[in-house]
């Protein structure tokens, strides 16, 4: 249980806030406590431990937002002197004098019902002893190797990390709400060798609760996408049908979710601009963000700045069907068409103690299909499973137009035939979702980004 240690620093903030002559101010709060070991060779390579407190304001005068912070790397931040709390409110009302006058800030009036009560916090947690959590990486470094002995030659970046948080946010408006969460992470990266080549295969897992985590198959899932990848051969330029596996899938997925950003859409960068009630994606896609899904990593029961989280529907069988909206671009949506329909969806997401929120995703995912993998690869028939792209960050936000490297396997009559490598597809973001031609029952998380994998009709390949 993370300990509540902020009373006495909330109420001096709030009596030092009530004092001065501001127009409304938020005060958000984050007492943590993170544990990280990393297993090398079978022996501990890596053992970190911290308790890092936060606090920052923000606040509302004359139209202008103000943001200041403080940090304590050891676990609480000493601000019961009075000065030091003085200038923390100080730097934030003199951090708006430089921000341009704006209607559309303002913070939100506490919710009209209780936050719901989410499975995100794993109560028995802080009672594991820290040597279970330091053989949870041994035997997940033991796991990648036991797919091949001879073979994966090295297993590097065992990793277990856990991390519980305290929240605690208050407004002006009368908010005033605290949770509690834990996410446990494990990884592992493994190195395949064979005949002079080497291949790199890594996997993850994560859960709000440890006793939810998958060492073995996590662990053995490294060592087997290392060893898949060995013996890669390049294959003709073309034109093929291939199948995203879900992580590939995630990645492009990530890409795209930016386009249902209502900041984009306002500032015309977004393809989706104008798009709204228009199938303009497969038949087979939908497409949602879920701020309440049961042990999502982005899963809480209020966004960022205090608003209800919430599962919003974005696209329907191909149809856009919303964005996702903060206070701030909802009021601006609000204030540019001159109605005061559009609500925020509860993205406002707090990355942070450094930063004030901002729009963002909550867990953002491909509703899964009914299609198996193995299905899925009987369909392809014969074309290329994509399992790995490089270059991600070369892909066009506006256009979406795209030129990756990649690697995989090439089907022929929906069987694994051989590793492919050095090759790379082009195309275009949008194009490739209106192509999708079935989806994988195999929907997984990979952080706030879901996806199955999506068989797609054509794209084209470069190769010898």
């Known amino acids: 249980m993370i300990p509540k240690k902020s009373e006495t620093v909330i109420d001096q903030t709030l009596d030092l806030l009530r004092g001065k002559n501001l127009d409304g101010y938020e005060v958000f709060i984050a ?20 308790q890092p407190w936060g606090m920052s304001l923000r606040i509302l005068s004359q139209g202008r937002i103000g943001f200041s912070y403080a ?12 000065h030091v709390l003085e200038r923390l409110v100080e730097d934030a009302i003199a951090s708006a004098g430089v921000i341009s006058s704006d209607p559309c800030f303002d913070f939100p009036p506490p919710p009209k019902e209780l936050p719901p009560e ?25 796991a990648a190797r036991s797919v091949d002995l001879n073979k994966i030659t090295k297993v590097r970046k065992a990793a277990y990390q856990e ?3 305290r929240v605690t946010l208050i407004n002006s408006n009368g908010l005033h709400h605290s949770y509690e969460t834990t996410l446990v992470t494990i990884s592992v990266m493994a ?112 966004d960022g700045e205090g ?14 069907r919303g964005f996702l909206y903060d206070r701030f671009w909802a009021n601006r949506q609000n204030f540019t068409l001159s109605t005061q329909q559009t609500q925020s969806t509860g993205n406002s997401i707090k990355h ?17 299909g009914t299609s198996d993998f193995s299905s899925l690869l009987r369909t392809l028939h014969q074309g290329v499973l994509i399992e790995e792209v490089m270059g991600l960050h070369t892909v066009d936000p506006i256009s979406g137009d795209f030129s990756l490297g990649c690697s995989g396997q090439w089907i022929d009559k929906g069987e694994r035939c051989h590793p492919v490598k050095s090759i790379a597809i082009a195309g275009n973001l949008y194009q490739l979702f209106k192509q999708v031609t079935d989806v994988g029952n195999d929907l997984r998380f990979f952080g706030r980004i879901g996806a199955p994998s999506l068989l797609i009709d054509r794209l084209e390949i470069s190769g010898n």
């Open 307 to 320: 608003t209800l989280s919430q599962r919003t529907p974005l696209v329907i069988h191909g149809e856009v």
């Open 31 to 50: 007492e943590s406590s993170h544990f990280e070991v990393e297993a090398k060779e079978g022996k501990v390579d890596t053992f970190q431990v911290s």
């Open 71 to 82: 940090t304590s790397p050891s676990g609480y931040f000493q601000m019961e002197q009075k």
């Open 118 to 142: 989410l499975a995100i916090f794993d109560q028995t947690l802080s009672e594991v002893p820290e040597k279970n959590k330091i053989e949870t990486a041994r035997l997940l470094e033991e």
């Open 191 to 302: 190195i395949a060798e064979a005949e002079g080549e080497s291949e790199v295969g890594w996997d993850f897992d994560f859960s709000h609760f440890m006793n939810k985590i998958d060492v073995t198959q996590t662990g053995r899932g490294a060592g087997r996408r290392a060893l898949d990848r060995l013996g890669g051969r390049r294959i003709s330029s073309g034109v093929y049908p291939i199948l995203l596996e879900n992580h590939v899938t995630s990645e492009f997925l990530s890409l795209l979710s930016h386009a249902f950003s209502a900041e984009q859409v306002q500032k015309e960068k977004s393809n989706l601009r104008g798009k709204l009630g228009i199938q303009f994606f497969s038949p087979c896609l939908s497409i949602l963000d879920d701020g309440l899904l049961p042990d999502g990593a982005g899963s809480s029961p209020l």
């Open 352 to 368: 942070s103690i450094k930063s004030p929120p901002s729009l963002g995703i909550s867990n953002f995912y491909i509703q899964p």
């Open 163 to 165: 991390g519980m948080s």
